[in-house]
Nanobody, 118 residues
Framework: VQLVESGGGLVQAGGSLRLSCAAS????????MAWYRQSPGNQRELIAS????????NYADSVRGRFTVSVDNAKNTMYLQMHSLKPEDTAVYSC????????????WGQGTLVTVSS
């Protein structure tokens, strides 16, 4: 499985942005996809996860109510819709997929930078 993120950029505080994570390869084997973020000096943070059927979704407290994760299986793409952005949301956002072939494996995208100006 290969993942490619897009949609990052510069936005003012209070604004919105949508990130995309396009999957390719053995996408049928994906169980769960997730969004992580990491800002300088901080550990990587799991902010949202979604099962491949969209049935189970979880959010970190820091983004709950502002961010929405979704999947479009016809496009093999996961999205992260972000509203009410804050300067502290500034980070590199990466998508992750857990998939199973003969064993469980993980795939990561290259990351996309989101910068929120005050």
């Amino acid at each position: 499985v290969q993942l490619v993120e897009s949609g990052g950029g510069l936005v003012q505080a209070g604004g919105s942005l949508r990130l995309s994570c396009a999957a390719s390869g053995s996408t049928f084997s994906i169980n769960v996809m997730a969004w992580y973020r990491q800002s300088p000096g901080n550990q990587r943070e799991l902010i949202a996860s979604i099962t491949s059927d969209g049935g189970t979704i979880n959010y970190a407290d820091s983004v709950r109510g502002r961010f929405t994760v979704s999947v479009d299986n016809a496009k093999n793409t996961m999205y992260l819709q972000m509203h009410s952005l804050k300067p502290e949301d500034t980070a590199v956002y990466s998508c992750n997929a857990v998939y199973k072939l003969t064993r469980y494996l993980e795939a990561w995208g290259q990351g996309t930078l989101v910068t929120v100006s005050s």
